[in-house]
């Protein structure tokens, strides 16, 4: 799955905000960020793929 840089841009814009307003401590987006990285080489890496890209294109219908 290709992810656009603007959705990468609004996750980050996201985290950011979480570690600031939210008080999640940067080693938890850390540990978040290393989960999902290892994730992706799992076999349930299709199953996530094909749910993001359902919700993708639920949240954006014209594309």
């Known amino acids: 799955m290709t992810v656009s840089i603007p959705l990468v841009v609004l996750l980050g814009v996201v985290v950011v ?13 850390l540990i978040c960020a290393v ?7 799992t076999t349930l890496a299709p199953e996530i ?8 294109h639920w949240i954006t219908p014209g594309s």
């Open 17 to 29: 905000l979480a570690v600031r307003y939210l008080k999640l401590r940067l080693w938890m987006a």
């Open 35 to 41: 989960f999902g990285y290892l994730t992706a080489a």
């Open 49 to 56: 793929d094909r749910a993001l890209r359902a919700f993708l």
